[in-house]
């Protein structure tokens, strides 16, 4: 295999632990020399060993002069464990491959100079843009200190999400709700607004459950609290937390009233509505470590995330119906507030439903 291969070989490693490492990134280990592959691995799991270190106690002695590919520029910072570069060279590397810089401004660059420092022939750069979009979450929160946004949005084809304006009904097949299935599994928050909590009493869970190292968040912007303690959100408390978001003005009963069945409150500023400023909830959260949030909302908690210019991806379906009310609740009208340009980066039949992914940026 030449560089390029055994650079993917180790991003694919750390593609294995996604939705589990959070708030730390993904990251895949592979050593070699010249008789071929010695090992590779990847971080499991926040508080478990990078991946470095995982590789090199694998490989043991042969790691003595061997190559390290790695998806992300090593640790110098001790936190649950200890530093990555100080492993790799008491190991005795003697070449290291980094796919990308790490953003993180504990170690941003200094991880790469200690190793040359060691001696240690350090190239930078190879599938640095694989590595950056495996990772895009970890590096939109550690550059912006918000966390990663992704809007899912099922539509009809004349642009409608329910029958009647403030409802929403089961648009798209069993392919297209797998990948939501998938979509919040892979995201730390799953957020909708009140209204569809009031609307659909949904879940917001994986099924069938699938075990992860960091419990998802269910978070529900719901100004003055009224999400009831009847529903499922409050009561299924088996699989994920849920947090709701209100403005000052809510009433005291409610609020203590939530969290008394053991649901989060978190008072956040309010907009120039009256309502939940966005902005200042994701920072919140992203102060919290949260690297990624999905958002399952209506047209008006979507139209507030774009307006707010918040959103970073779009997971866009389309159900090939027509609903053809007057009164239906309309996407289109949300996307309007659109502030920056999108990037498709694929698109794909989903049985009978057609799905779109886009992120934000030229």
């Known amino acids: 295999m030449n560089d390029v291969q055994l650079m993917r070989r180790a991003l694919s ?19 070699t020399d010249e008789a071929g ?61 980094v796919a990308a810089e790490d953003p993180d401004k504990r170690v941003a660059g200094q991880g790469i100079r200690l190793l040359r420092a060691a001696g240690i022939e350090v190239h930078v750069g190879l599938c640095e843009a694989q590595a950056r979009d495996l990772n895009r979450a970890y590096y939109h929160q550690r550059l912006t200190g918000l966390p ?26 069993e392919r297209a709700a797998m990948l939501v299935r998938s979509l919040r599994y892979d995201n730390d928050v799953v957020m909708i607004g009140v ?6 009493d949904p ?10 190292a960091v419990p998802y968040l269910r978070v529900v912007v719901d100004s003055h609290a009224r999400l009831p303690l009847t529903s499922k959100l409050v009561t299924d408390v088996r699989q994920a937390k849920t947090l709701v978001a209100c403005v000052e003005d809510a009433e005291a009963d409610r609020r203590r009233a939530l ?25 919140r959260l992203g102060r919290q470590g949260t690297l990624s ?22 997971q ?34 989903l049985g009978d439903d057609m799905w779109i992914s886009a992120v934000r940026g030229s």
């Open 13 to 31: 490693a750390a593609a294995r632990a996604k939705g589990n490492t959070s708030p730390n990134p993904m990251v895949g280990a592979l050593l």
């Open 37 to 97: 592959e010695i090992a590779v691995r990847h971080h499991e799991r926040a508080g478990k060993p990078h991946a470095e270190a995982a590789v090199i106690e694998q490989a043991g002695t042969r790691a003595r002069g061997a190559t390290l590919f790695v998806t992300l520029e090593p640790c110098v910072h001790h936190g649950r464990t200890p530093p990555c570069v100080e492993a790799i060279i008491e190991a005795g590397i003697a070449r290291v491959v």
């Open 148 to 173: 990663y946004v992704t809007l899912k949005m099922a539509q009809s084809l004349d642009g409608a999400v329910g029958a009647r304006l403030g409802e929403t009904c089961r648009l798209t097949g």
């Open 195 to 200: 209204g569809t909590a009031l609307a659909d």
């Open 203 to 212: 879940q917001l869970t994986v099924r069938p459950s699938r075990w992860r």
């Open 259 to 283: 969290e008394d069945a053991g649901v989060g409150i978190v008072v956040c500023a309010q907009n120039e509505r009256g309502g939940v400023d966005l902005l200042d909830l994701l920072r």
């Open 293 to 314: 949030v999905l958002c399952e909302g209506g047209p008006t908690l979507a139209g507030s995330l774009l307006q707010a210019t918040c959103v970073d991806e779009l």
């Open 316 to 349: 866009w379906l389309v159900a090939p119906v027509i609903l053809g009310t007057a009164s239906r609740a309309p996407v289109i009208a949300a996307t309007s507030q659109l502030k920056t340009p999108l990037r498709v980066r694929g698109t794909r039949r």
